[in-house]
């Protein structure tokens, strides 16, 4: 496996040469801000590197104010986020919300609380499906994504711990267990990106509501999600869900020890390596062992999968490391009806150095090293 002290330098790199000297208002990791031409605004991208940022801050200091720097353009001193629209009822605006609680848990500054706040009356008004789920979006009634396990569930988990609020905690987990009642494959253990509980989208199955096929970085985000909800509700009941869905992908991983953008079809054509959904798994591997949630074989394979994404997909071709295959996006309906077939998602722009790739890979980093 790739020596801990080259992870470790391309994890400072990142750190040093990417992040600290980037403009918070066209930060250099968004590339899908600067393709699409995006105004700066409240988004799940930049806050993935923040919280990641946070995860080396005891140690190094530099990495918490920059930290503050950037939530705070974003964040005025009353707790509001201009930039945010409550109604859109976007779960991914959601994720920035654990940032909050940790840095007013730090500073005390009640402009982190109310903001904090501000997400949690969104959850308090977003729609639901009738099994007591969140919708994903507004603009995507009664359908669940599995994204949403990661970008809204721990904010809601953080919050229910932080202020003694077990009926946060039960929300989540009875979430968490519709997830797994309803988007679950039952022959590979794998989660199906979307559930329509209409059924009536260009992508869902018309009687199972499920969509066509088991997306990579959508199970890498339940799997990092239920690391980190374990970490906040062990003692909640939440039992032993992280081992399963990670034995799924451990079993998916191929000879080289990646993971495939389309997981159970390793032998399709076009069918390839993707790095994001490989790290998200490394990371939620070696944070479930230090919790005690998996065996010592899960975590080794997530420092394979690390070891091998750091070396076959990390290179150098000036003083910022370069992380290559990354899926820009996924979805489901919305702009171009996308479908959800094999040839959607293998279709979609591949791209380096993208915020969904370099956060994972700290996040992973910060658990290995």
Request: charged share 25%; aromatic share 10%; net charge negative.
């Amino acid at each position: 496996m790739t020596d801990i002290s080259r992870i470790e330098r391309i994890a400072r790199d990142y750190t040093d040469k990417l992040i600290l000297t980037s403009d918070p208002l066209s930060p250099q990791w968004n590339t899908e801000a600067a393709i699409f031409r995006k105004e700066p605004r409240w988004n799940y991208m930049d806050s993935c590197i923040i919280r990641a940022l946070l995860m080396f801050a005891e140690s190094r200091p530099e990495l918490y104010d920059y930290a503050v720097k950037f939530v705070n353009s974003y964040v005025m001193p009353d707790g509001t986020i201009p930039t945010l629209e409550r109604s859109d009822y976007n779960l991914d605006n959601i994720c920035g919300g654990r940032n909050l609680l940790a840095l007013y848990e730090r500073t005390g500054d009640m402009r982190y609380f109310r903001a904090a706040e501000l997400l949690r009356r969104q959850l308090d008004e977003q729609p639901r499906l009738s099994c007591g789920s969140f919708w994903h979006k507004a603009i995507y009634p009664c359908q669940i994504w599995l994204d949403g396990a990661y970008m809204a569930l721990p904010f809601l988990a953080a919050y229910g711990k932080n202020g003694g609020d077990e009926e946060c905690i039960a929300d989540v987990l009875a979430q968490l267990e519709n997830i797994r009642r309803l988007m679950r494959d039952d022959k590979t253990g794998l989660y199906y990106h979307g559930y329509s509980e209409q059924r009536d989208t260009c992508w869902s199955d018309k009687e199972t509501g499920l969509s066509r096929n088991l997306w990579l970085r959508a199970n890498g985000w339940l799997r990092a999600g239920l690391a980190d909800i374990y970490e906040l509700t062990a003692d909640s009941g939440c039992g032993g869900m992280p081992a399963e869905p990670l034995d799924a992908l451990r079993s998916c991983m191929t000879e080289g020890n990646m993971l495939m953008q389309l997981p159970a079809l390793p032998q399709l054509d076009g069918n390839y390596p993707e790095t994001s959904g490989t790290l998200l798994f490394a990371y939620a591997a070696m944070k479930a062992k230090r919790l005690g949630a998996v065996s010592d074989e899960a975590a080794d394979d997530g420092r394979r999968a690390l070891s091998a994404v750091t070396e076959q997909y990390v290179s150098y071709e000036g003083e910022i490391p370069v992380l290559k295959n990354i899926c820009l996006v996924g979805g489901l309906g919305g702009p171009g009806e996308r479908d959800g077939s094999a040839e959607y998602y293998l279709g979609e722009q591949i791209v380096e150095n993208d915020a969904k790739g370099i956060a994972p890979y700290l996040m992973a980093a910060a658990e290995a090293i």
